[in-house]
């Protein structure tokens, strides 16, 4: 197998870390909205926390992506 | 023809291509990312200056924006870090403004995005880790390596303490590459549908009428984009705050 062909399947396969990243998103919102809807008045009082946990996930999915770039490209 | 997303990532000589000048054998050259930094800090500076010139007690339009982003940075710094991480608000606002304006600005058509090379990202991050560990040598001297020793039995501090130094060694990385991916990822994103467009727009018959598809998805996207370099800013900022509010006050309430 040359090594461009090997480079792309490398590529393809460290994308898998985004399935990852989906579903920690998906869980910070769902938890979010489930509080939020039981206790609307404490619903502000953690946007920050939601804020941050989701770009915390988005991050670690983002590292798997990175590393999808980095084997494509060098 | 060949069509490259990361073709608009490439930093290249503006002008002549002989360098400005030579640092300890490596030259120095005025780069698009160079222009494109002086836009950003030409831009904060002259919507600051020019906002707050007539400080009026009831602010104008362009007044109050300024002002909403003083404030902003000023409640996430007093939350974050407590009272007396007041005094690191030049450093976190300059920061937060940076970040964003380079965000926003590389949302226009035809520029470059600064925070998409990780050179750039990486050297904030640098910076603010640090000073963070700057200012935790400075306010509890060799104290500040209790940061990396939990409450736990003495066992179990065999296993936490370097799983803690090695977290702690991770913070510039991970910040740096939180950045610098979701510009890259986005702006990638942008460049693969336009060339969707184009390639269905040059494909003829009914596909050229398909080609409007991808181009609303752009639009959608580009909104997506507008949040994400906001929400990028917000959280590289606020980070910022953590570490150093746990720098200044170790572990006094976890």
């Known amino acids: 197998m040359d090594l461009h062909a090997a480079k792309m399947i490398g590529a393809g396969l460290a994308c898998i870390a985004l399935v990852g990243a989906g579903i920690g998103i998906g869980n910070v919102f769902g938890s979010y909205l489930e509080g939020a809807l039981r206790n609307p008045g404490a619903a502000a009082t953690q946007t920050t926390n939601l804020l941050l946990g989701f770009a915390l996930c988005e991050a670690t999915g983002l590292f798997g992506l990175v590393i999808a770039l980095i084997i494509l490209f060098t | 023809m060949k069509m490259d997303p990361m073709h608009q990532f490439a930093v290249e000589p503006l002008g002549s291509t002989a ?20 836009i950003v800090v030409g831009s904060i500076t002259l919507f600051m200056a020019i906002a707050m010139s007539k400080r009026s007690l009831v602010p104008t339009r362009m007044q109050s924006m300024a002002e909403i982003s003083y404030e902003f940075v000023a409640n996430m710094i007093g939350t974050a870090s407590g009272e007396d991480g007041m005094k690191f608000f030049p450093f976190v606002f300059t920061l937060f403004m940076f970040v964003l304006f380079s965000n926003f600005l590389g949302l226009l058509p035809g520029s470059f995005t600064v925070t998409s090379q990780i050179a750039v990202t990486f050297a904030l991050a ?3 880790v640090l000073m963070v560990i700057i200012t935790g040598f400075i306010a509890h001297g060799i104290g500040f390596l209790k940061l990396f020793v939990p409450k736990a039995p003495l066992l179990l501090l065999f296993l936490l303490v370097p799983i803690e130094v090695i977290s702690f060694l991770t913070r510039p990385i991970s910040l740096s590459v939180r950045l610098f991916a979701n510009m890259l990822a986005g702006h990638t994103m942008l460049k693969v549908f336009a060339s969707f467009v184009i390639m269905l727009g040059g494909a003829g018959g009914i596909l050229s009428v398909l080609s409007i598809a991808p181009f609303f998805l752009i639009v959608a996207i580009t909104a997506l984009e507008l949040l994400v370099a906001f929400l990028q800013a917000y959280v590289f900022a606020i980070l910022t705050c953590i570490y150093i509010g746990e720098a200044l006050h170790l572990h006094d309430n976890h």
Do not use: D
């Open chain 2, 19 to 38: 360098p400005l000048f030579q640092i300890a054998g490596h030259p120095i050259y005025f780069t698009n990312q160079s222009l494109w930094m002086f």
């Open chain 2, 126 to 128: 640098a910076v603010v």
